[in-house]
Every structure is written in C-alpha cells, then in structure tokens.
C-alpha cells in the first residue's frame, strides 16, 4: 500500500495527520504541493491535507480515526 499525505508548511492540520499515522503505524511520504504542484493537478485539494492512499485521493483534511483504519484496513 502507498499513502501520501499533500500538505502545505505551516499546516497544523498535516501535522495531526503524520501523527495519526504514526500512531497507526503506516509508512507514508510525505508530499509539499508548494514545491511540487504538478499533485495539485492529479490530486485538486484545496485544503491540506489530503491523504492519497494507492494514487487514490481518499481524504482531504483530517479524517475520523476509524474512517482512516477502514481505508487501511486495519
């Protein structure tokens, strides 16, 4: 499985998210659209985060926790 979190610096949003998932034990990348924006055309958010799970945008913002465990089935 693949997951990537888009995030904008400064986002205190993103940061609960990496620790969700830190939490939860999942490898993530971690995905600055400010210096690669070509993910805002793939993935069209408008508010970080968003939360690509196997090149599927699955979330954007930060998701209920059991929301997040169904998505990763865990």
Do not use: W
């Not at 986002?11 to 993530?28: A, G, I, P």
């Not at 979330?59 to 990763?72: A, C, Q, R, S």
């Amino acid at each position: 499985m693949k997951v990537q979190i888009l995030i904008i610096p400064g986002c205190s949003n993103c940061n609960v998210l990496e620790k969700m998932l830190d939490k939860l034990r999942v490898q993530y990348d971690v995905i600055d659209v400010t210096t690669n924006p070509e993910y805002l055309e793939k993935y069209p958010i408008f508010t970080a985060p968003g939360l690509v799970i196997d090149e599927k945008l699955e979330f954007i913002g930060v998701p209920k926790i059991t929301e997040l465990k169904n998505k990763l089935c865990i």
